[in-house]
Each structure stands twice: as C-alpha cells, then as structure tokens.
C-alpha cells in the first residue's frame, strides 16, 4: 500500500492529478468503495454522488459504460485511509451484449481513487482512454495533463509502472 502513496504523493507534488484503479492488492479500500457504491445504487445513501451513461454500438455489440463519481471522501480519513489530495471516487460499470446471441452478456464494476473534482463524465473519459491504451501496450500511469501539469512532467511520468497491470514499460 505504501507504493500506491508514494507515486500519488509524488504525482500531486508534481502539480499532476491522478486516477487509481482500486483492487484487490488494496483489500480495505476496494471493500468500502464497493460497499458506498452498492448502497448508492440500492438508494440507501443519503450523500452526493453523480452519474454519466454512453452506449456504443460496433463490432457485433452493444456496450454502455456508466461512470458513477462523488466527492464523499472525508470518511475515508476514518477508516485509515490517508491519500494526498484525494477529491473523488468513481465507480465505471461496463456492460456487453453480443447482438443475436441471446444471453451473452456480461457486467463488470472497477473503482477508482481520484484527486481530480468528481465529473463522471471526465472520470469515465479518462479511464475510458487507459483502457483503450492498455488494449496495445501499457503506456505507464494514468495521468491528466491538467493546467496545473508542467509540460516536461508529463513525459517522465509515462516512463513509470503501471497500476493497472503492474508491468513495466
């Protein structure tokens, strides 16, 4: 856990924001994310939280993506949980259909640590795009070259590990 710290210490220090996917090597955090976003899709959360939808139709099937983003984070502090600058939580749940395959489908939740403001649209865009990288090639952290990102900052991040698939470059 004290690697995951240090890299977004080290990304917020830098002026960069980031998105963390939270798995299982982070068991206490990946557990009370999925509890707050199963109790918000349950409507038994009385906390703010926003939704964005797509849905796309290409390759034999239909596949809608629905990112879910709050800024409840002060109860993380409670739990132990110390992340610099965190702003936000995301949830982005993919579901797939296969077109004239009746019953092929398949749901799939991720959850996601952010210091970026809690706009699902942008949180889904974001990990939409590293998705889409990691299909070819891992392409290191997942950054946002936001306005406060000093230009020669962005190209040394890229040369880093990788959370999501723990592999190096």
Request: net charge positive.
């Amino acid at each position: 856990m004290g690697c995951q710290h240090d890299i977004a210490e080290q990304i917020v220090r830098r002026g960069a924001d980031y998105v963390l996917n939270v798995k299982g090597n982070l068991p206490n955090l990946a557990e009370a994310i999925q509890t707050w976003f199963d109790a918000a899709d349950a409507g038994t959360l009385e906390r703010p939280f926003w939704q964005h939808s797509q849905t796309d139709k290409n390759h034999g099937r239909i596949e809608t993506r629905r990112c879910v983003a709050t800024n409840d984070v002060a109860w993380l502090q409670q739990q132990e949980q110390h992340w610099p600058g965190l702003q936000s939580l995301a949830m982005v749940e993919s579901s797939r259909a296969v077109i004239g395959r009746h019953g092929t489908s398949s749901v799939e939740r991720r959850y996601y640590i952010s210091s970026l403001p809690a706009k699902p649209a942008v949180l889904g865009k974001i990990v939409r795009a590293h998705w889409d990288a990691l299909k070819t090639a891992c392409t290191g952290y997942l950054m946002l070259p936001s306005a406060r990102t000093r230009a020669e900052f962005v190209p040394a991040m890229r040369h880093t590990t990788c959370l999501s698939c723990a592999e190096s470059p």
